[in-house]
């Protein structure tokens, strides 16, 4: 039986099922970050036997699309007590939840994976990677500070989400509304906040570095950065580099769009020095936040391409309406579309007798939609099928800048 979540009745539960999951290790400040979780989100349980067994949560968001914001879903925690697995409670209580954010207005959803497969049942798919190195501080080609940082704490979760959301916009960005979510974030990843504040005292740019169980040597990590200008992104390096007496290395994203190894000395020696020790500079490369549309013709009016109209039929297909009932009044995106492209592009129900065929997956459309892959290179490994002449024309046509959701949840 599913119901909402009641926190008087289930609380417990949730803490029982997020220490079977590993989710609680014993942080400090636990119960702050779960009910900053709890308040920031809507959350459904599976109950079996009188107790909470299964739950998923979601909470609002939005996308920044090119220059647009769509509203986002975020699916913000999915988890089965060790009594519950492979019922399809999690599953059906995951597109349960997406199907309430589109009828609050979400014309996308999104979330973080534990493995693939899981979620793309559901019609999600992958984002592109995310690359990590552990750098040497000391090896930072930039600035030494000339004014010292101003130290944040959990109880300034409400200014730096403020400054996050204000962070430089780039194609692909996920902001999360609720700053409770940031709040849960440095509660789950004890740390330090660091920023800077303007002349009239708004935090313009921070960011937050967890030290994991290694706070006196490292390596420690940036779990998040908001920047907007090059000036704030070196003296956020720059705090990073007045570690170096202290840590050995810091395990960091390349910031949307940029190449960190660019103010990096020496990469190449760090990689020989740290080979399979702790501060192990390698990076890593991997996806693990996906997204889906959810609604196509708001998805498709907030693309705009540049040159001559061009239109195609699209076969989609979506896995979720297999998840909702029959009757359900949102059933995914399935069904016969014609896409139009151009400056604004248009998708409406049917097909055009002299257009060419797409047939897709919703998950390998939504990549290409996003400009995560090329159509060409969909085809290649995803469920995307059409002529070769249409699948070169959407690839040279279909030119996005990276998408980077700068934001994990
Ligand atoms: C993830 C989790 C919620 C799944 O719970 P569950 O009860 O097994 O989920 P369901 O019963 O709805 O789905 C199980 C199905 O998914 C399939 N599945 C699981 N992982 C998969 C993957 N990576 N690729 C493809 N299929 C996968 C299973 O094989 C099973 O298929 P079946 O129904 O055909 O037998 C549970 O394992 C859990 O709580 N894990 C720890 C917390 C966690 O990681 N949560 C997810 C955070 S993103």
Redesign the pocket.
């Known amino acids: 039986m599913h119901r909402p979540f009641d926190k008087d009745r289930d609380r417990a539960d949730l803490v029982r ?1 997020w220490s ?4 609680k290790k014993g942080q400090p400040d636990f119960d702050r970050g779960l009910d900053a979780y709890l308040k920031a989100c809507d959350t459904i349980v599976e109950e079996h036997n009188g107790s909470m067994e ?1 739950g ?1 949560s979601r909470t609002a968001g939005t996308l920044q699309f090119q220059t647009q914001q769509l509203p986002v879903v975020i ?1 913000a ?6 009594v ?11 597109a349960m939840q997406v199907a309430a954010g589109v009828a609050d207005g979400a014309a996308v959803a999104s ?11 559901l019609g999600f798919s992958c984002c592109p990677y995310v690359r990590r190195m552990t750098i040497e501080p000391a090896s930072l080609k930039v600035a030494r500070l000339d004014r010292l940082p101003v130290r944040l704490s959990v109880d300034d979760a409400v200014e730096m989400h403020a400054c996050r959301l204000g962070r430089r916009h780039v194609h692909g960005m996920i902001n999360l509304a609720d700053a409770g979510l940031t709040e849960l974030e440095c509660c789950e990843c004890p740390g330090h906040g660091l920023g800077f504040r303007d002349a009239k005292g708004v935090l313009t740019h921070a960011m937050w570095i967890s030290v994991d169980e290694n706070a006196e040597d490292g390596p420690w990590t940036v779990r998040w950065m908001a920047w907007s200008t090059r000036a704030q992104l070196h003296e956020l390096l720059g705090v990073i580099r007045s570690f170096a007496d202290q840590v050995s290395g810091v395990r960091i994203a390349d910031p949307p769009g940029v190449q960190l190894q660019d103010l990096v000395d020496r990469p190449f020696a760090w990689l020989r020095r740290t080979r399979g020790g702790q501060n192990e500079g390698k990076p890593t490369s991997i996806a693990y936040q996906q997204h889906r549309m959810c609604d196509v013709p708001t998805c498709m009016a907030a693309l705009s391409l540049p040159g001559k109209p061009l239109s195609f039929n699209l076969r989609l297909h979506d896995p979720i309406e297999g998840f909702l009932p029959t009757d359900a009044p949102w059933r995914g995106c399935g069904g016969d579309w014609t896409v139009t492209l151009g400056e604004q592009c248009i998708a409406t129900q049917g097909h055009d007798a002299n257009a060419p065929m797409l047939e897709a997956s919703i998950n390998a459309f939504t990549r290409l939609w996003m400009g995560a892959r090329s159509a060409t290179a969909l085809a290649l490994t995803d469920d995307l099928r059409g002529p070769g002449d249409l699948l070169a024309a959407l690839t040279s046509r279909w030119l996005l800048p990276e998408p980077a959701a700068d934001w994990d949840y």
């Open positions: 099922i079977e999951t590993g989710w299964v998923a699916i925690g999915v988890y089965a007590s060790v519950c697995r492979q019922g399809g409670h999690a599953s059906t209580l995951t979330l973080g994976i534990f493995d693939q497969g899981f979620y793309d049942r």
